[in-house]
């Protein structure tokens, strides 16, 4: 074992003895994101009625937020948060700024999901504008009111289109979590980076984060395979008598 480890180009030990505090940075990345996804989707939703709806006031404002925030990076919007809103007195005093904007944590989690917000609201309407019209006719036909038919047949209609799209989203998300190694938070970035300064190293840190990006990354993708599967089912191609193939008589 020692032979094979020894043709291995990195400080396997050392990263062994640090591999809690990867563990930790597992943590601090996996609560971010999880949260932000919750809060964006949750916030996502009315903005993306209200977008797809076209109603002449809100939807301008809701498409101005949507594009500013997709047109601004995310490590942009982190600093305007943790460095920008401290500048201001008036916030210092106010009961915004202990405990929250006077912490990176939540600093990062506000950026993070109105960041994640914009890109849900975006796509959650293109899954609404593209709810078939013969499922709203025939809503309105059984008398269906507005709300009655956002809740029962759009949404969750909508809510499935989406989720395929959807998974990029999250694994995007997940991917701009190490924003947050650069306003003092230790995500698995952070620690890959304290390990290379710590100890000197040129890329042990930052292979064993990518690692953990990648096994994290790839759980992500199993579990919407499973739900694409669960909730996509009809969509999926099934064989019937006219797409087998046509198997030669050996008997001719």
Not at 126 to 143: F, L, R
Not at 190 to 211: C, D, K, M, Q, S
């Amino acid at each position: 074992m020692e032979q094979i480890l020894s043709y291995i180009p990195l400080d396997i030990a050392l990263i062994a003895e640090n591999f809690d505090r990867f563990l930790y940075g597992v943590w601090m990345t996996l609560n971010l994101t999880v949260l932000a996804l919750v809060f964006g989707g949750l916030l996502a939703i009315p903005l993306a009625i209200a977008r797809a709806s076209k109603h002449p006031i809100f939807n301008p404002i809701v498409w101005g937020y949507t594009y500013v925030l997709r047109g601004t990076p995310l490590l942009v919007q982190v600093y305007l948060i943790y460095f920008g809103l401290g500048q201001f007195e008036v916030i210092r005093e106010s009961w915004l700024w202990d405990p929250i904007l006077s912490s990176a944590w939540w600093c990062a989690l506000i950026a993070f999901t109105l960041n994640t917000s914009a890109y849900t609201t975006e796509l959650l309407r293109g899954a609404i504008a593209d709810t078939p019209k013969g499922e709203v006719e025939a809503a309105i036909a059984t008398g269906h009111s507005y709300r009655s038919r956002m809740r029962r047949i759009i949404l969750p209609s909508a809510f499935r289109r989406a989720i395929p799209a959807y998974s990029n989203e999250v694994i995007f998300m997940l991917h701009g979590s190490v924003v947050a190694s650069t306003i003092t938070l230790q995500d698995i970035l952070g620690v890959g980076r304290w390990l290379n300064g710590r100890f000197y190293l040129a890329y042990e840190g930052f292979i064993t984060a990518a690692l953990l990006y990648f096994l994290i990354v790839l759980a992500i993708t199993q579990v919407f395979r499973w739900i694409e599967r669960r909730y996509l089912r009809h969509l999926t191609r099934r064989e019937t008598e006219a797409t087998l193939p046509v198997v030669p008589d050996a008997n001719r």
